[in-house]
């Protein structure tokens, strides 16, 4: 048995021993093979750097991040992209920018209310009316009469467009969005595409009102919009901003509008014509400015008779000017003289010379 033991121990001795024997014959047998192929790479041919740059893929440059702004991009399938020309309402990005260069908006200040006499401010300024209703023509040019603002109209873009090529010399075009032959949109695309027209505003006359009809007034080169029909305030506020010139501009309702002098008043008064409103007031200021010291002489002298018959006049044009406070004091004036034991209207002349003194000053400044 113990024979038996032994010759097993013997022979699985000898097989790890062959497996060692075996292992070790074919490692070695690989090891030169291997040297072989780093030598074969050694042997080959050196490349010279010309050779390996040449080899080399060409790298394209990408673009800088500020021209990608201004890249529109498409594809007809997946990774398919290419530059292309923009849409006429999509193109508008950098015909803006180029525009505002030479555009220059400022900021309108409160004002008091605007009427036909503010448009003076802006005389000598020239501005190109594209329009084809021939009603709303006669509108501006009824609006902007006198004002010494040269209008020059066209009936549709087209004519806008051939106006523009002989003369370029306007501060802004008011474009109607809608005409025959060539609209205000195409037309507008027309205009801001050339840049000898980029000193030229041009301003949408429509009445589509919709955020979604501005935004499109806007892609085609409208910097700003007119709602019809057209508000004589916003038209001047327009004018205003962009004209450039150092004008004046009315002082707010406030600082006029005072107790002693109501414009709006007046003005209702006048049925809205100001020219009328000033000629009432200057004819005042020559017959009524001295009444307090006409007003006094007669007080003191006892003509009573004479003193009802001013104040009379004075109620009655000092309802028209809008001049509520010294209107009040008259009235009360004149059913004081009745009163002759008291004499209580030499008080009330008191606040009447006061008050005619602050209305007087009040007309100046207006």
């Known amino acids: 048995m113990f024979n038996e033991l032994q010759q097993e121990i013997i022979i699985t001795v000898a097989i790890v021993v062959f497996i060692l024997v075996v292992y070790f014959i074919l490692k070695r047998n690989s090891a030169p093979q291997t040297n072989s192929n780093v030598s074969e790479k050694n042997d080959s041919p050196e490349v010279s750097i010309e050779e390996k740059v040449e080899t080399v893929p060409e790298i394209k440059e990408e673009p800088k991040i500020?021209?990608?702004?201004e890249i529109s991009l498409y594809g007809t399938?997946?990774?398919?992209f290419g530059v292309i020309t923009p849409t006429p309402e999509d193109k508008t990005l950098t015909d803006r920018r180029k525009n505002d260069k030479t555009i220059q908006k400022r900021s309108v200040p409160e004002h008091g209310k605007i009427t036909k006499q503010n448009f003076s401010e802006f005389a000598g300024e020239r501005i190109l009316v594209a329009e084809d209703n021939i009603i709303n023509q006669k509108v501006l040019l009824g609006l902007l009469a006198g004002s010494g603002i040269e209008l020059v109209m066209a009936n549709d873009g087209q004519e806008a467009?051939?106006?523009?090529e002989n003369d370029t010399n306007f501060l802004m075009i008011l474009m109607d969005a809608h005409m025959p032959r060539v609209d205000g949109f195409q037309a507008t695309r027309i205009i801001r595409e050339n840049p000898k027209y980029d000193h030229i505003l041009v301003v949408a006359l429509s009445g589509d009102t919709a955020s979604d009809d501005i935004q499109k007034m806007k892609n085609a080169g409208m910097s700003e919009q007119l709602e019809k029909p057209l508000r004589m305030e916003s038209l001047y506020k327009i004018i205003y901003a962009y004209t450039g010139k150092e004008t004046p501009i009315s002082e707010p309702a406030e600082t006029i509008m005072r107790e002693n002098l109501d414009v709006d008043k007046g003005l209702q008064t006048c049925g809205g014509d100001e020219d009328f409103y000033r000629e009432i007031l200057s004819e005042f200021m020559t017959d009524y400015a001295n009444s307090s010291d006409e007003l006094g002489e007669l007080l003191r002298a006892h003509n009573l008779q004479a003193a009802d018959a001013l104040l009379l006049d004075i109620i009655g044009i000092t309802a028209n000017i809008g001049a509520h406070k010294l209107r009040e004091i008259a009235s009360n004036m004149k059913l004081a003289l009745s009163d002759t034991h008291e004499q209580s209207y030499f008080s009330l002349f008191d606040q009447y010379k006061v008050h005619i003194d602050r209305l007087k000053?009040?007309?100046?400044?207006?």
């Open 361 to 366: 000053q009040d007309i100046r400044k207006y």
């Open 77 to 80: 399938e997946e990774g398919d």
């Open 66 to 69: 500020e021209q990608l702004s």
């Open 161 to 164: 467009l051939d106006i523009l």
